[in-house]
């Protein structure tokens, strides 16, 4: 397993936690950092063991985007110094958008930017309700990254994409779920537990229908029917052959429990 400077990786029952660590940074995106981010999707994506990623940030923050100082201290870049960067974010955006397992991002605190636009390449999205995202690019005169483009108006529609990056206006938690960016809103301490339970819930699920349900559900936007009613006739040929069928079958007759469980939500506590 690597080492990394800017990331923390762990694997523990067949999930990997991959943790952007610059909390004195709120998790900002540096040259470094980018970097090692896109070594540890790859090493994740390349472990047989992993059967689900969690993509989360250090010490209260997600990730505060860019590295707007470190950009500053840098100096000047040439297009093709930006171009070169923006090469490591196309590797590490295509990497985690076709990663063949599950990815959840457990997103605390701040997701701007970049950060944002990294918490959108997760097939789930779970939110603190202290979360605040913001597309906040053109406050900067920069345009989204890390495929927000490709990723905000499949999430939220045209208009609303275009709203968000328009205005780099900042949105709460909840704003977040009724956008259909979030799929659920936790308290900070309930975020981890509940990302990490919906991953080890999938080490019990089919390896083979959970590839090619994602691959399917990724091109279903882009395709057409007669396309997307071949795949599922290729893909259920697939997943229909295999030992994970014959043993679920087995035990609805036998009436034992099944392989795979969406572990429930646990109830918030009542505020005196």
Request: proline share 6%; charged share 20%; aromatic share 6%.
């Amino acid at each position: 397993m690597s080492t990394f400077e800017t990331i923390a990786y762990e694997v523990s029952g067949g999930v990997a936690t991959i943790t952007l660590n610059r909390p004195e940074a709120k998790n900002a995106i540096s040259p470094t950092l980018s970097r090692e981010l896109g070594e540890a999707v790859l090493e994740a994506k390349a472990d047989p063991a992993v059967r689900a990623v969690v993509l989360t940030g250090a010490g209260g923050a997600f990730c505060a985007g860019g590295d707007v100082r470190g950009m500053n201290d840098a100096g000047p870049r040439t297009s093709a110094q930006v171009r070169a960067g923006m090469e490591r974010y196309r590797r590490t955006t295509e990497a985690l958008i076709n990663m063949d397992r599950p990815v959840i991002a457990a997103v605390d605190g701040v997701a701007y930017g970049a950060g944002f636009s990294l918490a959108l390449l997760a097939d789930i999205v779970l939110l603190s309700d202290r979360a605040r995202l913001c597309m906040v690019f053109q406050r900067i005169g920069l345009i989204p990254d890390f495929g927000a483009l490709y990723t905000l108006p499949r999430c939220v529609g045209l208009q609303r994409a275009k709203e968000l990056v328009f205005s780099a206006r900042e949105i709460g938690a909840q704003e977040a779920l009724q956008m259909g960016i979030a799929m659920e809103v936790l308290p900070p301490q309930d975020l981890m537990p509940r990302a990490l339970a919906m991953a080890a819930s999938f080490c019990g699920a089919s390896e083979a229908a959970l590839s090619l349900a994602k691959r399917g559900l990724n091109a279903s936007l882009g395709s057409d029917l007669a396309t997307m009613l071949e795949l599922e006739a290729t893909g259920q040929a697939v997943a229909a052959s295999s030992d994970y069928l014959k043993e679920s079958a087995r035990r609805f007759v036998a009436k034992e429990p099944p392989q795979f469980r969406w572990p429930a939500r646990e109830p918030f506590p009542e505020k005196n």
